[in-house]
């Protein structure tokens, strides 16, 4: 879970000059702590910041709390060394509310209140913005990063934005603490699937694990019958599966299944690139065929699985998949000038969870550009708003984030034992593949269903890399 740490700034000397002012601004901050708690947040609430002593006290409970991120409600106006030491000594993203208690001042209510003094007290409690620019200029002469959210406090807006910055959080958070298995080997020749593992783990923070075949392959042998029939009766409750299928090539599969769930679990993986060919080896090519049901089993429980151990995909995907919009591997199939949209699928596993209906389990008499033949998966993803995301490294190795929305439409796909659907964007398809091509992507993307580019924009503000936006 996310730990918020929720601060307050003031000013001491107006507490005793304006009765009420302090407790009615803390009772803002009340509010603001409660909506954020709505979403699922720890929130410590470290009171109101007026002076720096106080400070000093916030920073260390931020400290020993181990808090994600700060959230800096402006109450009124406040000296900015009542700020800096909070954040300088916590070093964890700060987000500023710059949020007024109403949409607008009453004029003619507050004019009529005819003492100047009460008057000045109501006006500072609705003089945040007095102080936005001055947190603005510390903060870059610092060279401290941060946000700011500016409205009022019921404002939609408002809390669409927060709700955004704390997925936005959560991700990171997810992709900090993920174990990335990388099991097998490239395609060979694609080479702009290549990785590199050190940069991708210095962005993302998270972990790799190269894992041999061999491995798989010691665990599967030791799969026991029960555990087979127990996964068949699985596909079958979660697969739509073809009566083509038949018994032999589900229990390949199931036993393969079962193997992968016991690797995922001994490894403590939360998403994993794979490829292999066995070439040469009916042993090894046995296992490499029978794959994909399990991996897209793993896929739809919050494990995404990419193939042709396409690594900046696998944590596109899990970057989807964290933010609960799913994330199929895809690469482009066919463009459609007629209807103006173009095709994405692939083969190999898929996001059930994100499918139109029950994802169909079916025979393929070849897996094309790799060997053998087994059990793959058919699927259109469900119709309506998507946001398609591809993570990218440039010439310099920079890593990147590249994302499109668009929508799954109704109409013919390719019934070929892949995942196929069709996507219709803003602009035409001809300008679409021209600019997503140039942008710098590998050939692959994950698609998540509903439009997720304003909080993969706050992912990469958080990790202060380049989002590209598409349409």
């Given at each position: 879970m996310i730990k918020i740490g929720l601060f307050g700034i003031g000013l001491d000397t107006y507490w005793d000059q304006f009765e009420g002012l302090q407790d009615r601004l803390i009772g803002y901050q009340k509010k603001i702590a409660e909506k954020i708690e709505d979403f699922e947040v720890d929130v410590v609430n470290a009171g109101m910041v007026d002076n720096p002593f106080k400070a000093n006290e916030v920073?260390?409970?931020?400290?020993?709390?181990?808090?994600?991120?700060?959230?800096?409600?402006?109450?009124?106006?406040?000296?900015?060394?009542?700020?800096?030491?909070?954040?300088q000594k916590t070093k964890v993203p700060v987000i500023?509310?710059?949020l007024q208690p109403v949409k607008a001042i009453h004029y003619d209510t507050f004019n009529a209140i005819g003492d100047r003094g009460k008057m000045t007290g109501e006006w500072l409690a609705h003089c945040q913005s007095c102080v936005a620019p001055e947190l603005a200029s510390v903060f870059n002469r610092s060279h401290i990063k941060f946000h700011l959210i500016s409205g009022y406090l019921n404002e939609e807006y408002v809390w669409n934005e927060i709700r955004e910055f704390i997925q936005a959080l959560t991700v990171i958070k997810t992709m900090n603490n993920n174990r990335v298995g990388v099991l097998g080997h490239y395609y060979n020749g694609m080479l702009d699937v290549y990785s590199d593992l050190t940069q991708q783990a210095a962005t993302f923070g998270n972990h790799f694990e190269i894992i041999e075949f061999g491995t798989l392959k010691n665990i599967r042998d030791n799969v026991a019958e029960k555990e087979i029939l127990d996964k068949i009766e699985a596909f079958k409750k979660l697969f739509e599966v073809s009566l083509e299928c038949d018994n032999k090539e589900l229990r390949r599969a199931a036993q393969t299944s079962v193997a992968l769930d016991t690797l995922v679990e001994e490894f403590k993986l939360g998403s994993l690139a794979y490829y292999y060919e066995g070439d040469g080896d009916p042993t090894y090519e046995n296992i490499v065929t029978s794959l994909i049901p399990g991996f897209t089993l793993l896929t739809g429980k919050n494990v995404p699985v990419a193939g042709e151990c396409e690594i900046k995909n696998v944590q596109a995907m899990k970057i989807?998949?964290?933010?609960?919009?799913?994330?199929?591997?895809?690469?482009?199939y066919a463009m459609d000038f007629e209807d103006d949209i173009i095709l994405l699928g692939h083969d190999g596993p898929a996001h059930f969870k994100i499918a139109e209906g029950k994802v169909g389990l079916v025979p393929l008499p070849v897996y094309h550009g790799k060997p053998g033949k087994g059990l793959s998966i058919?699927?259109?993803?469900?119709?309506?708003?998507?946001?398609?995301?591809?993570?990218?490294?440039?010439?310099?190795?920079?890593?990147?984030?590249?994302?499109?929305?668009?929508?799954?439409?109704?109409?013919?796909?390719?019934?070929?034992?892949?995942?196929?659907?069709?996507?219709?964007?803003?602009?035409?398809?001809?300008?679409?593949?021209?600019?997503?091509?140039?942008a710098g992507p590998s050939h692959h993307c994950a698609i998540g269903i509903g439009h997720s580019s304003s909080i993969i924009q706050k992912i990469a503000d958080f990790l202060e890399i380049k989002h590209i936006k598409i349409c």
């Open positions: 920073a260390t409970m931020f400290n020993k709390e181990d808090i994600d991120c700060i959230f800096l409600f402006i109450s009124t106006y406040a000296l900015s060394h009542n700020v800096l030491p909070v954040v500023v509310l710059n989807m998949d964290a933010l609960g919009c799913g994330g199929s591997f895809s690469e482009f058919q699927m259109k993803v469900a119709s309506g708003p998507v946001t398609l995301l591809s993570v990218c490294q440039n010439s310099l190795g920079e890593i990147y984030l590249l994302t499109a929305e668009g929508e799954s439409v109704e109409g013919p796909t390719l019934q070929i034992g892949n995942t196929n659907s069709r996507y219709k964007f803003s602009i035409s398809i001809r300008d679409f593949i021209n600019q997503w091509s140039m």
